[in-house]
């Protein structure tokens, strides 16, 4: 594939990053060049980053530049390698090996309920609306909640929660407009039930899958198409094996990024510090680059010239798909966070 350096993720976050270290307020002593804090030297301590893609994935990009940051930060002293689709291929594996202690840090990426079942609320479809909806909870009570938890009873620390956005419809069979547009599609599933019933739901029929698999499948005709949030189309190259992209903005998909407990918990508290402020400062940049693509205009402009076609889709048809098929049932699963989402809605 020929690079095409002015729309590439990379090229739109080499910008970001300049931008967010200026406008990053808090972290201005930790981000601006030349005043980090002094750690003592020390024996080096390496630490492994598994991430389930590599740069010019949008997370990738951000984390490649935490772990360099960390390890440039502390002199040495922590070194934070960075692994994207080098050391595991799978969402599932790399949590395994965080909760083990075999890797220091990683996520579940689009697996996120499935590790953590406390968070499948969040990805009922249509209800989170908005990006600030989603961030009010996330770096606010509701997250430090959740960080409480899954130190409890799965042995992770929170670093960030971080997102790829809202996601969309794309296919080779046809442009999706209405619900009843997906009636027959193959459509590829991330590894959780909601995003499986989403599907279903919604009228198509639901094909659970690794991201690994994916593209091959829809090589072969296994699936006509799957979803994705418009940052990462080009990264994942999903364009090269569909024609339609469809804005539905059908699932808001947070997930996290986590570090094995006993890890964190060795690491002197400056460090910690630093850990946290630059997994903000991470979250900040993937969150912008996600956003500023989150739009037709934007979509056409990167994908209607590598042959996509790109349209909008009926939102309220399919909002009220979602509340008559999918809301009854995780609303009466999920009763108490249900009305804390709803809540900052607001």
């Known amino acids: 594939m020929t690079a095409d350096h002015s729309t590439r993720p990379g090229a739109i976050i080499t910008s970001s990053r300049r931008g967010i270290i200026k406008a990053t307020g808090g972290l201005a002593a930790i981000l601006a060049l030349g005043k980090a804090p002094a750690f003592a030297q020390a024996q080096p301590r390496k ?14 990009v951000w984390f ?22 080098t050391l595991l291929a799978k969402e599932m594996d790399i949590m395994n090996a965080v909760k083990a202690g075999n890797i220091a840090i990683g996520n579940p990426a689009g697996a996120s309920a499935t590790v953590f079942p406390e968070m499948g609320v969040f990805l009922v479809p249509y209800l ?13 009570t509701v997250g430090d909640q959740l960080d409480k938890t ?30 009843k547009d997906l009636r027959g ?32 499948a829809a090589q072969q005709g296994v699936i006509d198409g799957a979803d994705l949030p418009v940052v990462n189309m080009v990264p994942l ?13 059908h ?4 997930t996290v990024n986590t570090m094995n407990l006993g890890i964190w918990n060795s690491l002197k508290p400056e460090h910690q510090k630093l850990f946290l402020d630059l997994s903000r400062a991470a979250q900040e940049g993937i969150r912008k680059d996600t956003e500023s693509v989150d739009n037709l205009a934007a979509a056409k402009a990167q994908l209607e010239p590598r042959g996509m076609a790109v349209n909008a889709a009926d939102l309220g048809a399919f909002k009220k798909a979602a509340q008559e098929k999918i809301w009854p049932a995780y609303q009466k699963q999920y009763a ?11």
């Open 237 to 249: 190259k999903a364009y090269e094996v569909s024609k339609y992209f469809s804005m539905t903005f």
């Open 128 to 140: 989170i609306s908005s990006y600030d909806q989603a961030y009010k909870m996330f770096n606010g």
């Open 185 to 216: 599609l193959k459509m590829r599933a991330q590894l959780s039930k909601i995003f499986a019933d989403t599907i279903n739901g919604l009228g198509g029929v639901a094909v659970p899958m690794a991201w690994s698999e994916v593209i091959t």
């Open 47 to 60: 630490m492994d980053f598994a991430h389930i893609n590599a740069p010019p994935e949008s997370a990738a």
């Open 336 to 346: 108490e966070m249900w009305d804390v989402v709803v809540k900052n809605a607001g």
């Open 64 to 85: 490649d530049w935490f772990s360099k940051q960390v390890t440039s930060r502390t002199n040495g002293e922590l070194q934070v390698t960075f692994h994207g689709s």
């Open 251 to 254: 699932n808001y998909a947070p």
């Open 150 to 179: 899954f130190q409890q009873k799965y042995g992770l620390k929170t670093l960030c929660f971080f997102d790829y956005g809202f996601r969309h419809f794309w296919n080779n069979r046809r442009p999706i407009v209405e619900p």
